[in-house]
């Protein structure tokens, strides 16, 4: 099954060059976030494209006759990705052009002249879609993949959906995660809890996009499944976040993961303490 891979929107590898060689874009997290460049090809200039503070998570393309540029972001939650349009001059704001009853992780490749898409996205709850869509009305095409008889399978098993929530730690440290429960959860039980860990600093696991099926088994043999976002991991949570593990790497992962549990004990009493 295709679908959009959270570690695959977020690269910038090349220098597009414009104004027939004049200037080029670049990112940089030099002011603390991830954002868009246009740098004078003598190095003389440089001007900052993106009028609001958040990160890019991806640099998707260019085109200089319709003065657009199209990114990957999220400046409301890391754990989705979105399509975004922003002018090439930096006077306007950048535009969210993915639909609203998308949400989820979307992963894009445009076409060169800009007028076309293939826009491959899923979210925790919903299997992997594959369309082509127009640019910049986002208007879907044609439907390429819709995975139908596989969704038409996992409707069958009446899976209890993925929920996001946030936890703070005796740090004072957000992060981000997800839970899943047992289809026949009961809040005067008590349960087990499986915690999936990756750490940093290639990937996040707490995204919504469709992921492994074994967590949704698991989950029937009674566990609750249970995946947080610690520093150092990719996430559109600015520079600070992502660097913290500089020289560091497994310490401050480890730091936070360990008083991640500790964190989810107080509020949920159908935690067994010491079972994690």
């Known amino acids: 099954i295709t679908h959009p891979d959270p570690t695959l929107a977020w690269d910038m590898t090349d220098l ?39 990160d890019i998570a991806r640099f998707h393309q260019v085109d200089e006759k319709t003065n657009t540029i199209y990114v990957n972001a999220s400046p409301d939650n890391p754990t989705q990705r979105y399509l975004y349009q922003m002018s090439l001059n930096g006077r306007s704001k950048a535009k969210k052009l993915t639909p609203a009853n998308q949400s989820g992780l979307h992963r894009y490749n445009i076409s060169p002249n800009g007028r076309y898409a293939i826009n491959s996205w899923s979210n925790a709850n919903t299997p992997p879609t ?108 600015g520079r600070d976040w992502r660097k913290s593990i500089y020289r560091k790497i497994g310490v401050i992962k480890a730091r936070d993961q360990a008083r991640a549990p500790k964190a989810i004990i107080k509020p949920y009493p159908f935690v067994v303490a010491h079972r994690i």
């Open 16 to 54: 597009p060059i414009i104004q027939k060689g004049k200037a080029f874009l670049n990112i940089s997290e030099k002011d603390g976030w991830r954002q868009l460049y246009r740098v004078a090809m003598n190095g003389k200039s440089e001007q900052l494209l993106t009028k609001e503070t958040f």
């Open 130 to 237: 594959i369309e082509l869509v127009s640019l910049p009305d986002h208007k879907t095409l044609r439907t390429l993949v819709d995975n139908h008889a596989y969704k038409a399978q996992i409707a069958k098993l009446a899976l209890t959906p993925v929920a996001f929530f946030k936890v703070k730690t005796e740090d004072g440290l957000e992060m981000a995660g997800y839970m899943i429960k047992p289809a026949n959860f009961d809040a005067a039980k008590k349960y087990p809890i499986l915690f999936h860990v990756y750490g940093e600093p290639w990937g996040q696991t707490a995204t919504d996009a469709w992921s492994s099926l074994w967590h949704r088994l698991m989950v029937q043999k009674g566990y609750i499944i249970i995946s947080v976002d610690n520093r150092g991991t990719p996430s559109l949570k």
